[in-house]
């Protein structure tokens, strides 16, 4: 019985020593700000001189999906919870994929539509 | 044989699902804010997701960077992205400010929450003024729901090299126009309501509400709401505005 206590108690303390401190706050808004700076960095000077260029818009969705994360992870503080939490939360979003996957097959049905 | 079966019994298991615990280590409120904000994300996915299939299946669309090139009340033309790049500070900002709130409640120090809390407002309030001003300035140029600039004024969005026919042109500005108010007008409600909340919440702890309760997890539960709105933010960000 004794023992079982002492797991619980050093599991809360664990749960209190991920927390979030003033240092790794600003960390991440710099990463944040960084990233945010890359993308406006390609929109402004790189875009520019290619017209129409395809692989642009890939880089801007990784960059974005890694935003998604460190505000997910870090400030909301889905990193240090529960996995089953996390599991909870991050498995439903992954059904989205599919939306994503069956709106772009049928948007290239409509254009196709449309132009021929 | 009989005290073997009793001692397999009385072991007791200590793994999170065993009872007797809560497996998640979350509080109720808490956990249903995580909830909320999950179906709240698929509302926000299918808005954009439709966006997306829209936006793809029509020949030509009006250039981010010809569309969006003002700063409301200082420059007319030539600064794209600058203004937006503003908003994108400022939603990050207040976000940084919300989180040092909830990290002064976990040391329970009630005038740090507070002023962090009062720092997250003012920066929510800064970004519905901005976004005012560049629904404004949309609007003066002739986009609305249901409505588009003139023909004239229209040529402008297009890239000159692509020589869009005018209709195509009206047919894909009318779309871009109402999902563009609708899905930030979507946002800017979470933005107006998120503030609300926050007012509320600062007053809870300068009235001493928390402090009494011995926790400031309160805080912690508004600070999830205003993150996922800076998320949303992230997401309307790149595909209307980079993509």
């Known amino acids: ?26 960390k991440v808004f710099a990463i944040l700000l960084a990233i945010t700076c890359v993308e406006f960095f390609i929109a402004l000077v790189i875009a520019p001189h290619y017209p129409g260029a395809q692989w642009i818009n890939p ?5 974005t999906l890694f935003k998604a994360f460190y505000i997910v992870g870090y400030f909301m503080h889905l990193k240090f919870e529960k996995i089953g939490l996390a599991l909870s939360i991050i498995v439903p979003i992954l059904f989205i994929i599919g939306l994503i996957l069956v709106l772009t097959n049928e948007s290239h049905y409509w254009i196709g539509l449309r132009l021929h | 044989m009989s005290t073997a079966v009793a001692q397999h019994i009385d072991e007791i298991k200590t793994t999170p699902w065993s009872g007797g615990r809560s497996p998640f280590d979350v509080e109720y409120g808490k956990i249903m804010m995580w909830f909320f904000l999950l179906s709240d994300a698929f509302t926000f996915s299918s808005l954009l997701i439709s966006y997306g299939a829209i936006r793809f299946s029509a020949p030509a669309w009006p250039a981010p960077s010809l569309v969006f090139q003002s700063f409301p009340g200082l420059i007319e033309h030539g600064a794209p992205l600058i203004f937006v790049g503003l908003m994108t500070f400022i ?66 969005f297009f890239r000159p090299e692509m020589h869009t026919p005018l209709s195509q042109q009206q047919m894909s500005s009318q779309q871009f126009a109402n999902l563009f108010f609708t899905i930030t007008g979507f946002h800017g409600f979470h933005v107006f309501t998120g503030v609300i909340i926050n007012i509320i919440i600062t007053v809870g702890v300068l009235i001493g509400t928390f402090e009494k309760r011995g926790s400031y997890l309160m805080v912690e539960k508004v600070g999830l709401y205003w993150h996922f709105v800076d998320l949303v933010w992230v997401f309307v960000f790149t595909f209307f505005y980079l993509v």
């Open chain 2, 91 to 156: 939603l990050i900002m207040s976000s940084v400010t919300m989180v040092l709130a909830v990290e002064a409640g976990h040391r329970n120090a009630k005038k740090e929450v507070a002023w962090w809390m009062v720092g997250t407002i003012i920066g929510g309030l800064m970004f519905l003024g901005c976004q005012a001003a560049e629904w404004t300035h949309l609007h003066s140029e002739g986009f609305w729901w249901g409505h588009i600039p003139t023909a004239e004024t229209l040529k402008e």
């Open chain 1, 1 to 26: 019985m004794s023992s079982e206590t002492t797991n619980v108690h050093v599991d809360a303390e664990h749960g209190e020593h991920q927390s979030m401190t003033k240092g790794r706050i600003w």
């Open chain 1, 59 to 63: 880089i801007y969705i990784v960059l």
